[in-house]
């Protein structure tokens, strides 16, 4: 077995290999990666159904979806790689380049991080896409998933890393750690001076660990209590499609709404339909919207939680900036919606909730890096420093200044 | 006496103020706080009196002249408030706009980071230099000074806070907590959901309490190892000018040079004209440029030691390769710098060094915001998330996505 920490000292080691190398030289490296995959389907399906054996009856039918692969989901894998090759190289771009008075030129330009450690779940698709994503931005990376999928996570790293050999690049460029117990993720989290960025993908538990533990770079991703504002001026039908989307769609990911927030005025007409609409949706009910529809009662942590199910809260406001003052209180910062006509209401809005994205008409499940336009990525960071909301390829970058000069002193 | 946790909360409250300021009211607030410093002067200078009073005798005769305020130096820091009024405004720029297939637009803009947590040292001027940057830039302020220098800051605040309330701004945008003892600090640090940034100006001991105990998001700033490599294909009279420029002409700040590499062929020529330009520097030798030159023989951490003195660590190396290995391991990532004609050498110099500024020719002592043409700094920022290097304005802010749309579902 090799230890967490002999791990991060080969991934430091094998990054300079990387960060040396070209664009066509990665794409390479990400195309053998996917025909690699292809290849291992046979292996990586073994190791799955050892996985999915093991997990019945120990978790839920929806975590036991989440780790089933089979040959269609492989190929969704290979492709995603493929993908990857395909989009522009995030390092090696000039940010600026200033010549001072003084001759000095200086350039500012995109390097790798050098060594990014991704922390995640049961899902195993994962780890093909962040092992990806850090390739192609020139990073090493370490990747711990979770106990339930470790073997099936081994078998797609043994892939990838066949697929680097072809290429000529060392395997220690993307490693699975080995321990999946909490002390494994500890050591991740305070690696000072190994780890240059550390990724955590999972639930609000993960990330408090992070918030709490980490003593390396960290970027905070995905906890997401979404908001949807039904303002006086909303057009009622957009804004009942708009929750139900935002809702229903996909009630498990960080970008579907917890919450919905409707003004007084509009509630009588509102909350019957949205009642109708979302038939199969529980409405945890404020006391002034349960005098209007049925519902359970809400109850005292209803705003404050990501229920990551068929479940909306639901409170009437009496304004736009009661809406604002709730959604300061009770938001994770990550995508927060107003519907409404009302374009000085949707400014203020816009202007004032301070999360990674704030939409005016239109669903809060567009936060994704695909739906961006930026053709993949790594989580949706609810942070403020260096990356906010989706993180494609040059969130996973950091940049440096070359400065060239002919023996200029100060 | 008001409590750090109600600084905070009243810093939360007035940024709401600040967000929804435009540039000319953010300059005239500044213009206001420059000639409210100036009208202060007599208070100031006799707050600053009594820390001189108390702090002789018990800090060092450098920390006594930091502290020290005098007519010139105040109008000096109100000319800096000027200076940052006159900078770009870098809230509200529009990053980039798509316009996705199905309609929506999707704008990242640039907003304020809400409240910003500076702690500092003795140097009074900070303050005011710090609260300019953080007002601009749209984010309310919370300051903790050093405890010498107490009330010459809260002199300065004072002022400050008259000069927001001429244009109408809320005091609690800038406000100096009053407890300066390691309490109030460690407060900063963890105090999650009120802090959004901290930045930590001081010495290694600030900065490695931050990284070990900060769980709000924080940016490490100013431990200076710095390095220069003096290559067999160097000019000797340019390298001693750089290296005597880089030890000498200010040797307390981050970005003075700590260590010199000089390659194993160039040696026997360059030590011992750097042993005669660098009369007044105590150099620290390894065994092989110990048989050249005269100098003390370096001990095992002499190689990982910020001196801020009249000392220079210095290694003979056997190449470029060598030199990069040794920075890696031994660089804090601030400021290294290769002399050399040979583009090849500084081309893999350049491309290897992980520092945030690598030069090829020039004195490391340029490393600062103004010299970078910013305008102005926060410090220096040595990791790799959100800043790197010199922090201006717009480091001091981060980003949101505004997305509009006329009703769309995903």
Redesign the interface.
Same mark, same amino acid.
């Given at each position: 077995m090799t230890s967490t920490h002999d791990l991060l000292l080969g991934a430091r080691q094998a990054r300079?290999a990387l960060?040396?190398a070209d664009t066509k030289t990665k794409n390479r490296a990400l195309e053998a990666m996917a025909d690699a995959l292809l290849a291992h389907t046979e292996d990586i399906l073994a190791a799955n159904a050892q996985d999915m054996e093991d997990a019945r009856g120990h978790i839920s039918q929806v975590m036991l979806d989440r780790l089933a692969l089979n040959e269609s989901r492989i190929a969704g894998m290979a492709d995603g790689l493929r993908q990857v090759a395909a989009l522009p190289d995030p390092v090696g771009r000039v940010l600026s380049t200033?010549e001072?008075p003084n001759g000095?030129v200086?350039r500012k330009v995109s390097?790798p991080?050098?060594v990014i450690a991704i922390i995640y779940e049961s899902r195993p698709n994962v780890t093909s896409d962040a092992a990806a994503l850090a390739l192609k931005a020139g990073s090493a990376c370490v990747l711990r998933g979770g106990k339930e999928a470790y073997r099936s996570a081994r078998a797609i790293v043994d892939a990838l890393g066949a697929g680097l050999g072809q290429v000529g690049l060392p395997p220690q460029l993307i490693t699975l750690v080995e321990d999946t117990s909490r002390q494994s993720a500890h050591e991740l989290m305070t690696a000072?001076g190994l780890v240059?960025?550390l990724i955590p993908r999972g639930g609000a538990g993960l990330i408090r660990a992070c918030?709490?533990q980490a003593?390396v770079?960290c970027?905070q991703t995905g906890t997401g209590i979404c908001h949807i504002y039904v303002d006086r001026d909303a057009?009622p039908d957009?804004a009942v499609?708009?929750v139900?989307?935002?809702k229903t769609?996909r009630p498990s990911v960080c970008n579907a709404a917890e919450v919905c927030l409707v003004h007084r005025d509009i509630a009588p007409a509102f909350l019957p339909l949205l009642r109708e609409r979302l038939k199969g949706v529980e409405l945890r009910l404020d006391g002034e919207a349960a005098a209007l529809v049925p519902g359970t009662p809400a109850g005292v942590r209803d705003f404050d939680t990501e229920f990551l199910d068929y479940i909306l809260a639901v409170r009437v406001v009496g304004s736009v900036e009661e809406a604002i003052e709730h959604i300061g209180c009770h938001s994770t910062g990550h995508s927060d919606c107003i519907v409404t006509w009302d374009r000085a209401a949707a400014e203020k809005f816009?202007? *004032?909730v301070?999360?990674?994205?704030?939409?005016?008409?239109?669903?809060t499940?567009? #936060?994704d890096g695909g739906?961006?336009?930026l053709g993949c990525e790594m989580g949706i960071s609810t *942070?403020?420093?260096?990356a906010?909301?989706p993180m494609g390829l040059e969130e996973l970058t #950091?940049?440096?200044?070359?400065?060239?000069?002919?023996?200029?002193?100060?």
């Open positions: 300079t960060a040396g200033v001072r000095l200086i390097v991080m050098g000072v240059d960025l918030v709490e003593t770079p970027i057009d957009m499609s708009i139900d989307n935002a769609s816009l202007t *004032q301070d999360s990674a994205a704030v939409y005016w008409n239109a669903s499940r567009f #936060t739906e961006f336009g *942070q403020k420093l260096h906010r909301g #950091t940049y440096k200044y070359i400065i060239q000069g002919n023996g200029q002193i100060r």
